[in-house]
């Protein structure tokens, strides 16, 4: 029996990047939206989803872009369009050998900084091949400017990142709950009273614990994000309105 997949009708109206998602149900997507990017996109992985969220909290990045062009590996150039795509992959379909590279994010970072970032799921790394094709592309990036950076995201959906990142994403998503800024010094008081846990420092404010990920989401709050699950026992301290600690992935780099 044949299988008829159908048509993702609302692909056609969100930006999927240089390399177009495939349009049906055979080949999986993620929909998400991007805090600092164009708004909502679609990612081929769940690891690139993960990946956004936390491009998107990180007070380091400016903006960013999903697949953001395509690098021609033979003549050493970047495509930032279809046609200049097409182009190559009918100049160079004869050439052996890897051809076209398309990272999956372009980051802007504080102080005018360009850095590739292409992202791998722990276990899954690729072969020899793609290995040289990658050390292929870091040299022409870099030729034209930008950093690169591969960063691996953990495979288990126990690991804190996989856990803490959903949490934060939708806690950045909530202005309307940001914590006024008189709440840093009741939070230092507290930590100078002993307070040393996710549940001593909510109980000292007199809110759930169900507000920790809006009190780390605004800095009130620090933790070690990769370390630790955010919940009651949790360790934690005052973060006097620093980010920091949302700055999750250049620690996944390799």
């Given at each position: 029996?044949?299988?008829?997949?159908g048509k993702r009708p609302s692909l056609s109206r969100v930006d999927t990047g240089a390399r177009r998602v495939a349009?049906?149900?055979?080949?999986?997507?993620?929909?998400?939206?991007?805090?600092?990017?164009?708004?909502?996109?679609?990612?081929?992985?769940e690891a690139e989803r993960l990946t956004s969220h936390m491009l998107g909290m990180d007070p380091s990045v400016v903006?960013?872009?999903?697949?953001?062009?395509?690098?021609?590996?033979?003549?050493?150039?970047?495509?930032?369009?279809?046609?200049?795509?097409?182009?190559?992959?009918?100049?160079?379909?004869?050439?052996?050998?890897?051809?076209?590279?398309?990272?999956?994010?372009?980051?802007?970072?504080?102080?005018?900084?360009?850095?590739?970032?292409?992202?791998?799921?722990?276990?899954?790394?690729?072969?020899?091949?793609?290995?040289?094709?990658?050390?292929?592309?870091?040299?022409?990036?870099?030729?034209?400017?930008?950093?690169?950076?591969?960063?691996?995201?953990?495979?288990s959906p126990k690991h804190p990142l996989r856990l803490n990142v959903p949490l934060l994403h939708q806690a950045t998503?909530?202005?309307?709950?940001?914590?006024?800024?008189?709440?840093?010094?009741?939070?230092?008081?507290?930590?100078?009273?002993?307070?040393?846990?996710?549940?001593?420092?909510?109980?000292?404010?007199?809110?759930?614990?169900?507000?920790?990920?809006?009190?780390?989401?605004?800095?009130?709050?620090?933790?070690?994000?990769?370390?630790?699950?955010?919940?009651?026992?949790?360790?934690?301290?005052?973060?006097?309105?620093?980010?920091?600690?949302?700055?999750?992935?250049?620690?996944?780099?390799?």
């Open positions: 029996m044949n299988q008829q997949y349009p049906s149900y055979g080949k999986e997507s993620f929909l998400t939206f991007g805090q600092k990017s164009q708004g909502l996109m679609v990612v081929e992985q903006g960013y872009q999903s697949q953001p062009f395509v690098v021609d590996l033979i003549d050493h150039a970047i495509l930032r369009t279809g046609e200049q795509r097409q182009q190559a992959k009918a100049k160079h379909k004869d050439r052996p050998g890897p051809k076209l590279f398309t990272p999956d994010f372009l980051v802007q970072l504080s102080g005018g900084r360009q850095r590739v970032v292409e992202v791998k799921l722990d276990g899954y790394l690729g072969d020899a091949a793609y290995q040289q094709k990658l050390e292929l592309a870091q040299a022409i990036l870099w030729d034209h400017g930008y950093e690169f950076m591969r960063v691996v995201v953990p495979i998503l909530r202005k309307d709950l940001m914590p006024q800024t008189d709440v840093y010094r009741e939070v230092e008081q507290l930590a100078q009273q002993g307070a040393h846990t996710m549940s001593e420092f909510c109980t000292g404010l007199a809110v759930s614990t169900r507000m920790a990920p809006v009190l780390l989401a605004f800095g009130t709050l620090s933790m070690d994000l990769t370390a630790y699950q955010i919940r009651g026992d949790a360790p934690a301290e005052p973060a006097f309105g620093s980010l920091d600690h949302l700055q999750l992935l250049w620690g996944l780099g390799t």
